[in-house]
């Protein structure tokens, strides 16, 4: 072969795995901007709550509007919920700040003292079962077990006339 061809022939094999391999890094055309942006701002705990406070004063609004014998239903208030959640965690990003932290927190509880107070979860207690059921709940998998074990023995015991 001519080593000028050889030769065109590897850089024609480099330029093709660069081309190939270029998208691979994950550094290459990445926008670090974003990730290097909350470094930028400092957590202002005074704006902070400021932003909570907007986003709880809407969220007082709007469960102003549901009946108070439903706020223990998520399911008449989960829009509102969700705005709310949202409201804070985009306001906290916003700000400069982690979200959550202890600021929120404390801000979320004190929404839900308000509003959930009285929505204690009924704690189902359990029982034991009647002692029949209980038997019969034992008995019944011992039985099955054994019936199982004594079929395993008889059928190889009869091996040579099943096979």
């Known amino acids: 072969m001519d080593p000028n061809l050889h030769t065109l022939f590897k850089l024609c094999l480099i330029f093709a795995n660069t081309l190939m391999t270029r ?17 930028l701002l400092q957590c202002n705990q005074t704006v902070l709550l400021l932003e909570m406070e907007r986003c709880g004063e809407r969220f007082i609004i709007d469960m102003n509007r549901v009946q108070p014998d439903d706020r223990c239903n998520l399911t008449h208030f989960i829009r509102e919920y969700h705005v709310f959640s949202f409201c804070t965690e985009m306001n906290t990003e916003r700000v400069g700040c982690f979200w ?21 979860l009924e704690r189902v207690l359990f029982a034991d079962p009647p002692d029949d059921t209980l038997t019969l709940l034992i008995l019944i998998p011992v039985f099955l077990t054994l ?17």
């Open 147 to 163: 019936a199982m074990v004594v079929l395993v023995v008889w059928c190889s015991k009869r091996s040579d006339i099943l096979a």
């Open 100 to 120: 959550p932290n202890p600021v929120v927190e404390r801000f979320i509880i004190s929404i839900h003292k308000h509003f959930f107070s009285n929505c204690s």
């Open 23 to 39: 998208g691979l890094s994950d550094t290459d055309g990445a926008d670090l901007s974003f990730t290097q942006w909350p470094r």
